[in-house]
């Protein structure tokens, strides 16, 4: 699949049940290769390699209980403090992004209050700074490096 992600030395194998699986560096095994995950793969080694963001500091796929309900998010940057400062939503390429996937890790973002939100399919990618004083948001015209944020 050809994304708009600089490539980076991907190790896929096949599971025992006969699916196709990627290494996840940032949580140390194989998982299912799906599209979602072909993206979240490129972007996270994207935001490492190329944004300097530090690969000790990127949680995947965690769970949040937000207003009782039970939430996974895809990928969240903290602080050197240990603070949310990136949220990021991934979908697959053939998803195009719009005002619901925006909305939807806005709504994560109410139980994180992350200074970031960022959306990817892989073939856009979208950024806001968040601006909790006048309760809006900010889109970016790049990516900030993690000395940025």
Not at 62 to 82: C, E, P, T, Y
Not at 100 to 129: D, P
Request: with cysteine; proline share 4%.
């Amino acid at each position: 699949m050809d994304l708009n992600l600089p490539g980076y030395d991907v190790r896929v194998r096949e599971s025992e049940n006969g699916d196709k699986e990627i290494f996840d560096s940032f949580r140390r095994k194989y998982v299912k290769l799906t599209p979602e995950e072909w993206v979240r793969q490129h972007f996270l080694h994207f935001l490492s390699d190329e944004k300097e963001y530090p690969a000790t500091l990127i949680s995947v796929e965690k769970q949040l209980i937000i207003l009782g309900r039970s939430k996974r998010f895809d990928a969240v940057v903290f602080k050197n403090d240990g603070t949310p400062s990136v949220l990021i939503e991934f979908k697959a390429p053939s998803v195009k992004l719009n005002q619901n996937v925006v909305e939807q890790v806005a709504s994560y973002n109410f139980a994180l209050h992350a200074n970031f939100l960022i959306v990817s399919n892989g073939l856009s990618h979208y950024c806001c700074k968040m601006d909790y004083e006048n309760r809006t948001y900010n889109l970016m015209s790049e990516i900030p490096f993690f000395k940025e944020l």
